[in-house]
């Protein structure tokens, strides 16, 4: 799945974070590399909190989407749906906690997430965003698998 975006097999899909179908949203593009998903995106020069640095809502917004999306993927991938994701292993956040480490600079970072447990419908996702290849938040997204919304 190296190379294909997550986010192409959860569409339609309008959420602010993940959404290809947001034309105002993050619209992160995350994909496998081995057992980590990954995504790398540029903040837009708006997007500051202190001078010069990433606001850090925005950070827990990747770190959440990228966090669920990731899940979801996890999910199909066990399931034998890497292909085409099944529209009912569907995943929202019920609790996330988020690290910050050091500033993000405003440019291109790196989001590298594992599964690092699942327990019946929850799965906790470890994410960190580096850049420059230097931690600078870290965040644990507990996924939550329900009946497909909407
Ligand atoms: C098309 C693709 C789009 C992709 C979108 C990606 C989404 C991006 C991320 C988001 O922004 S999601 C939006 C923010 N999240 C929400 O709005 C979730 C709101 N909360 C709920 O809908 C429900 O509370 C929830 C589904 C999370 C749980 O309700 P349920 O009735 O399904 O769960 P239940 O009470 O049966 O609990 C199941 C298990 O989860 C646990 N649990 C429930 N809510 C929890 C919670 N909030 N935090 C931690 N654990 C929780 C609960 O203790 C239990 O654990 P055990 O199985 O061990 O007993």
């Given at each position: 799945?190296?190379?294909?975006?997550?986010?192409?097999k959860?569409?339609?899909?309008?959420?602010?974070?993940?959404?290809?179908?947001?034309?105002?949203?993050?619209?992160?593009?995350?994909?496998?590399?081995?057992?980590?998903?990954?995504?790398?995106?540029?903040?837009?020069?708006?997007?500051?909190?202190?001078?010069?640095?990433?606001?850090?809502?925005?950070?827990?917004?990747?770190?959440?989407?990228?966090?669920?999306?990731?899940?979801v993927?996890?999910a199909n991938?066990?399931a034998g749906h890497e292909e085409a994701f099944d529209p009912e292993l569907f995943?929202?956040?019920?609790?996330?906690?988020?690290?910050?480490?050091?500033?993000?600079?405003?440019?291109?970072?790196?989001?590298?997430?594992?599964?690092?447990?699942?327990?019946?419908?929850?799965?906790?996702?470890?994410?960190?965003?580096?850049?420059?290849?230097?931690?600078?938040?870290?965040?644990?997204?507990?996924?939550?698998?329900?009946?497909r919304?909407?």
């Open positions: 799945m190296t190379g294909t975006y997550i986010q192409e959860l569409r339609p899909n309008h959420c602010f974070g993940c959404g290809l179908d947001n034309p105002y949203g993050l619209q992160i593009h995350s994909f496998w590399e081995g057992d980590e998903v990954v995504c790398r995106w540029t903040p837009k020069h708006y997007m500051t909190g202190p001078p010069n640095f990433l606001y850090g809502g925005i950070s827990a917004s990747l770190i959440d989407c990228h966090s669920v999306n990731a899940a993927a996890y991938r066990q995943m929202v956040t019920g609790t996330m906690t988020i690290k910050y480490h050091k500033p993000v600079p405003m440019h291109e970072v790196e989001l590298r997430a594992r599964i690092a447990k699942v327990e019946g419908r929850k799965y906790l996702v470890h994410t960190d965003i580096l850049s420059n290849g230097e931690r600078c938040v870290s965040g644990e997204v507990l996924a939550i698998r329900i009946a919304m909407g």
